[in-house]
């Protein structure tokens, strides 16, 4: 199946470094609002399958219902960092940015010093850590060194306050895979009552994901495995759409240049702060396209 290109960074700057001079060249704008359009409903129709099972016909694009209900979920999902400030040096910084600063240059979680060693970690001061210990607790701690300052930061909270409403979800519906009966979940299991089949509902879970299985198209007649268009995907899968979906709702609408280039800039903005989803857009390495996005938001 054929997917859109992503879209030239050298094109993004041409747009941004003429928005700077008050100019907005509506050609341009145009071919970068539909580029990003193409991507961004790939992005989504991609997500669409793993959110409701229907799989387009690389021929047709004509949905197909999968026969293996790898147990879809209704909500998107996906995170959104915010921004914060340090406390001490006032810099603008992403928690991931204390996280990788210490995957780059680990330090002593006690007194801050740079750490020796490759695989085993050691410190002037005595503490020792091999290196998978030492990722697992930065992962889980708290308050890690600014990478700008080195001194200590807090990971920054929702603003939102009040209660929470937990929503439970509905029992979904499972096959089993021995006599095909209606299975059910129980206790980290699944459970056959016809035939006595059971299985930790971990691994049935990632059994689903690897089963393969043949469609094919009901109106043009083509056949396809699902892992081979599941490959075929995979540069275009993420856990969080919503910005995607956003871009391909609005930018039809767009009518002047003026308005274009904020839809174009409000999808960059968004991008800019979920850190690994702007390379499914754009084209180049997660690192030079922050640097860019940065250089944008400087200038805001």
Same mark, same amino acid.
Request: overall charge positive; proline content about 6%; charged content about 30%.
């Given at each position: ?22 100019l ?42 999968r ?18 400030? #340090?406390?001490? =040096?006032?810099?603008?910084?992403? @928690? +991931? /940015?204390? &996280?990788? %600063? !210490? ?5 002593? *979680? ?8 490759v ?13 998978k ?6 992962r ?51 459970? #056959?009552?016809? =035939?006595?089949?059971?299985?930790? @509902? +971990? /691994?049935? &879970?990632? %059994? !689903? ?5 043949? *469609? ?57 702060g ?27």
């Amino acid at each position: 199946m054929k997917w859109s290109p992503r879209v030239k960074p050298t094109k993004i700057r041409r747009l941004y470094r003429a928005a700077r001079l008050g100019l907005h060249d509506d050609d341009l704008l145009q071919t970068v609002g539909w580029e990003l359009y193409g991507r961004c409903a790939d992005i989504a129709a991609v997500a669409d399958v793993y959110r409701d099972g229907l799989v387009p016909c690389p021929q047709c694009s004509t949905k197909i219902k999968r026969q293996i209900d790898p147990l879809f979920h209704a909500s998107d999902g996906g995170t959104h960092e915010n921004w914060f400030h #340090c406390p001490h =040096c006032t810099q603008r910084l992403l @928690w +991931r /940015d204390c &996280r990788e %600063s !210490l995957r780059e240059s680990p330090r002593c *979680l006690d007194c801050y010093a740079l750490l020796d060693g490759v695989e085993e970690l050691r410190c002037s001061c005595g503490k020792e850590w091999n290196r998978k210990a030492y990722r697992r607790s930065v992962r889980t701690r708290v308050r890690l060194p600014c990478p700008h300052c080195g001194l200590m930061v807090r990971k920054p909270t929702d603003e939102a306050t009040g209660q929470r409403v937990r929503h439970r979800r509905p029992q979904p519906e499972i096959e089993c895979p021995k006599c095909q009966a209606a299975a059910f979940h129980v206790r980290g299991n699944i459970e #056959c009552s016809a =035939c006595g089949y059971k299985r930790r @509902w +971990r /691994d049935y &879970r990632k %059994s !689903l994901k690897k089963r393969d299985e043949r *469609l094919e198209c009901a109106n043009c007649g083509q056949k396809f495995r699902w892992q081979v268009w599941r490959k075929s995907a995979r540069s275009l899968r993420t856990g969080n759409p919503k910005p995607a979906r956003e871009f391909v709702e609005r930018w039809p609408k767009c009518r002047t240049p003026k308005a274009r280039m904020i839809q174009i800039d409000r999808l960059l903005q968004a991008l800019h702060g979920r850190g690994a989803l702007a390379p499914l857009f754009i084209v180049g390495d997660a690192r030079n396209i922050r640097e860019m996005l940065d250089e944008f938001a400087s200038q805001v």
